[in-house]
Structures are given as structure tokens and as C-alpha cells.
């Protein structure tokens, strides 16, 4: 690797590292530009599920005021993170690469759909019957008074609706789909964090602000297991390794920063755009 690429790889961690700390998707940055300095695309893939473990933990410990109060709902879907992330790491050393080429872009366009009309199918799922009313708080609670016209302004300028009609942690079926987002970040990761999003937003009842914070604890979880694996069946490079861990543990506590200031509205703006030019390179790949 001559310095110039150096430069390259670490410069591209520092984005993936920002970009995964608030969206997702970094990988789409990094995994062209260690296949540009001629590294193959198994061992490419490998260097940057290890590189990126640094930069996911230090976007999770970014956004540790937002994990406040969920520790139990975060183990509960670390199982999930867990056995998917191994089970992707598996399959990328088992299964070819264009495996998983014609399901990826589908995905990725679904997931993209659910974050963008996230809150008109969060106000749908409400109408219906055993749904949370609109009184409800943002843990499900029923407001046993009326909210002061001036403190409810207050609360819609800071916060985003709540999402997750009945279920508190989502239920099976949020721990069934990230368990199966997570085999998929476990083998190539491209936008894993907008497809943990779009089910959280639909599923969970939370701000999104803690949802982001939940999607980088379980990034982190699918990152580490899977690098722990390739550790020992995998080739890698350990100068692409350490450039894109620095790189991206610096960047994971930029994005953080600027991150946690985004109005929903910015964040959801900011998901579908990003979530887009995943989709295109996905596509053109």
C-alpha cells in the first residue's frame, strides 16, 4: 500500500466512521477504496468488519445519554445481533460472493420505504384495534392529565413521534427481523444500519434519536463477533485494519456530535438520502 492509499483508507474511515454513528452504510465508502489499493473482495470485506469495530464502538459510546433506561431491551436484541452477526461471517466464508447480489438492492429499497413513510404507518398501526392512543406517551403510558398547550409546542419541537404501536420492544417480530438484518451485516453490512432503523421506526416506541442509539450498540455487537471470527479463518490486512480502526473511532465520535443535534425530520431526511445512494451503488455494482 503506498502512502497516498494510506491517506485514502484512513481518510475513508473517518467517514464510514461518521456516517455509521448516524445512518449507516460507511462500508459503502470504505469497501471501494480498499478494493482500489488491489486488496481481493473476501479479504477487503474482512479488513473493513475489522476495522470498523473501533469506529461502531465509539458511535455507540457517542450516543450514551440516548441509551439511558434501555439496557434490558438492548440485551434482549445483542442475542439476536449476535447469532445473525455470526452466522453472516459464516456464510461469507461458505456461500460465493453473488449470493446475497439480487436480495441486497430489495432490502436495502424496502428498508428505505419504511423509514420514509415511517410515520404515516405508525398513525395507521395506532387506528387499529389493541393500537396505542394518541395520548399515550413515549413508552406507551396514558397521559392521566392534559398537556399544557405551551409544554405539548415544547415537546413536538424537541422530540419526534414515538413509533411502535403495541409493543414496548418491539415484540418477536422486531427481534426476529434485526436477528436477520444482523446475518446480513454479519456478511457484507452495506446499509445494515438503515435497514435497523426502518424496523425500529415502524416496530419500537421510541424517539429516533434512541433508536440510533440502540441500531450502534447492535452494530458494534455484529461487527465484533463477526471480526472475532475472521480472526482465525480469515485473510486480512493489518495496515487497511488499523487505518480504518482509527479512522473510523475517530469519525464515530464526529458524527455522534453532529448527529444528536438532528431534528427528526433532518435525521429521517438524512437516512432516505444516504439510504438512496446506497441503493444506486448497490445497483450498479
Known amino acids: 500500500m503506498t502512502p497516498w492509499e494510506a491517506v485514502a483508507v484512513f481518510a475513508a474511515g473517518v467517514a464510514a466512521g461518521g456516517v455509521n454513528s448516524v445512518v449507516g452504510s460507511g462500508t459503502l465508502i470504505t469497501f471501494p477504496v480498499l478494493l482500489a489499493t488491489g486488496l481481493p473482495p473476501v479479504t477487503a470485506t474482512v479488513s473493513n468488519a475489522l476495522g470498523l469495530v473501533p469506529g461502531a464502538v465509539s458511535g455507540a459510546f457517542g450516543y450514551r445519554k440516548e441509551l439511558r433506561g434501555q439496557r434490558r431491551r438492548i440485551l434482549k436484541l445483542s442475542v439476536g445481533a449476535l447469532l445473525g452477526g455470526f452466522t453472516g461471517a459464516v456464510l461469507l466464508l461458505a456461500l460465493p460472493a453473488t449470493a446475497f447480489e439480487k436480495i441486497v438492492p430489495v432490502v436495502v429499497g424496502l428498508a428505505l420505504v419504511l423509514v420514509a413513510f415511517q410515520p404515516l ?43 411502535g404501536p403495541i409493543h414496548r420492544d418491539g415484540g418477536p417480530l422486531l427481534f426476529v427481523g434485526l436477528t436477520l438484518a444482523s446475518v446480513y451485516g ?100
Open 121 to 163: 404507518i405508525t398513525k395507521r398501526l395506532r387506528r387499529r384495534p389493541g393500537g396505542r392512543s394518541s395520548s399515550a406517551g413515549p413508552r406507551g403510558l396514558v397521559a392521566r392529565f392534559p398537556t399544557p398547550l405551551k409544554g405539548r409546542r415544547r415537546a413536538a419541537a424537541t422530540t419526534d413521534a414515538p413509533a
Open 186 to 285: 454479519g456478511y457484507f453490512a452495506a446499509a445494515q444500519g438503515i435497514i435497523y432503523m426502518s424496523l425500529m421506526g415502524v416496530l419500537l416506541d421510541e424517539t429516533m434519536q434512541r433508536q440510533t442509539a440502540v441500531k450502534n450498540v447492535l452494530v458494534a455487537v455484529v461487527n465484533t463477533v463477526a471480526a472475532t471470527f475472521f480472526l482465525f479463518v480469515a485473510d486480512f490486512d493489518w495496515t487497511a485494519v488499523a487505518l480504518i480502526a482509527v479512522g473510523s473511532a475517530i469519525g464515530g465520535q464526529l458524527g455522534a456530535a453532529v448527529g444528536r443535534r438532528f431534528s427528526p425530520v433532518v435525521l429521517r431526511v438524512l437516512i432516505v438520502t444516504i439510504g438512496t445512494v446506497a441503493l444506486v451503488q448497490l445497483l450498479l455494482r
